[in-house]
């Protein structure tokens, strides 16, 4: 459940209960015991969304009772406001209004003793989650008001900035070059495969960047695949086409494109794991001269496998020496902290933690480094110790802590962003 999404819906639907066709039912006694108890609730719904977080069962089953009474909450207001839609339409048609007129009186007692039901219910419901939230100790919170600050992100990466890959580099541009007799197609596949967060992408950013690169490749594009295979967009995409143009004409631009050259070609973040789409991608791109290369970066060996005889470069961690430098280069501001014992302690603890995810380290390190350097200890104690507590999981529920310092704005955003698929395009309003 996202984060501020009962927040929201409490807010929305007090002032829905305070609206003039709801009091308009002389049931202000039943409508204001609601909106009390909804007032006290939303005043802590913050505390308790960001506790579910914690696996903590109870406080999950509370939240969803919640959101329970509050879905049949937001169905009751509907009802009246559709009722009053009703009568006003019955009562600006004539014939409507002598039938209105005839059934009005029993029809109006009818509806009113049924809603007075529901809002008892509801507010019998409310009142008992606003009880059992006292035995959770619940803080108050309200959301952060602060100023929206643009960031503007680029696809360039720089050397510097990929800590403990120098290795791994040299690999995969050996595997690049290679033209060897051990390739039978002048176009061959080279797969990086490995977990979420472990910098695939920045890998294959850093290669695809290097200078030797692109010379050696006298064609070269990067498309991000992600979760949807689309023969046609990837396609459009390699020929910088607008999707809008014809399969026939687009495939023909492509075959032209890449015959008779030497190409380099990035899928990036590839979950396609059905290889007969993959054939009808590599009909198109097969035309490329001897030693074209395709890079693809996923999570799962499937989908290696479904684009057929690939080399696999499996992605590892890095070691516990490059993990101290990546977390210490985002952490620490200056050499004096890192003679400080305790602060390096606490970071060493983390990094451990961490299991040489990059993804992981880079969240956790740029949070410390926001924090106040007296919070670490604290930190150390009670958000670590909750990961430990948790077992499995325990990279995502690192990344998770970055979240759950984000101020309330901030996470707002992500759960409205959540809404739209991955990689989708979301239009700029001026």
Known sequence: MAEGLLFNMIDKLIGKLGSTVVEGWNMRDDLQKLVENMSEIKAVVLDAEEQQGTNNHQVQLWLE????????????????????????????????????????????????????????????RIEALNIDKRSFNFTNRTPEQRVLRQRETHSFIREE??????????????????????????????????????????????VYGDKEVQQHFELKKWVCVSDDFDVKGIASKIIESKTSVEIDKVQSILREKVEGIRYLLVLDDNWNEDRDLWLQLMTLLKDGTEGSKIIITARSEKVAKASGPSSIFNLKGLDEKE?????????????????????????????????????????IGSLMYSMPKKDWSTFKNKDLMKIDEQGDNKILQLIKLSYDHLPFHLKKCFAFCSLFPKDYLIPKQH
């Open 65 to 124: 009772n919640l959101k329970d009474a509050l879905d049949d909450a937001d169905d009751v207001l509907d009802d009246f406001n559709t009722e009053d839609l009703r009568r006003q339409v019955m009562t600006s048609n004539k014939k409507a209004k002598k039938f209105c007129i005839f059934f009005s009186s029993s029809n109006q007692l009818l509806f009113s003793y049924k809603m007075v039901q529901k809002i008892k219910e509801l507010s019998k």
């Open 161 to 206: 900035e990929v800590i403990g890959r120098d290795k791994e580099k040299k690999e995969l541009i050996e595997l690049l070059f290679n033209t060897g007799n051990n390739l039978k197609e002048n176009v061959s596949v080279i797969s990086i495969i490995g977990i979420g967060g472990l910098g695939k992408t920045a890998l294959a950013q850093l």
């Open 323 to 363: 993990s101290w430098r990546l977390y210490s280069q985002l952490t620490f501001e200056n050499f004096r902290e890192l003679e400080n014992e305790e602060l390096v302690s606490i970071g060493k603890e983390i990094v451990k933690k961490c299991s040489g995810v990059p993804l992981a380290i880079r969240s």
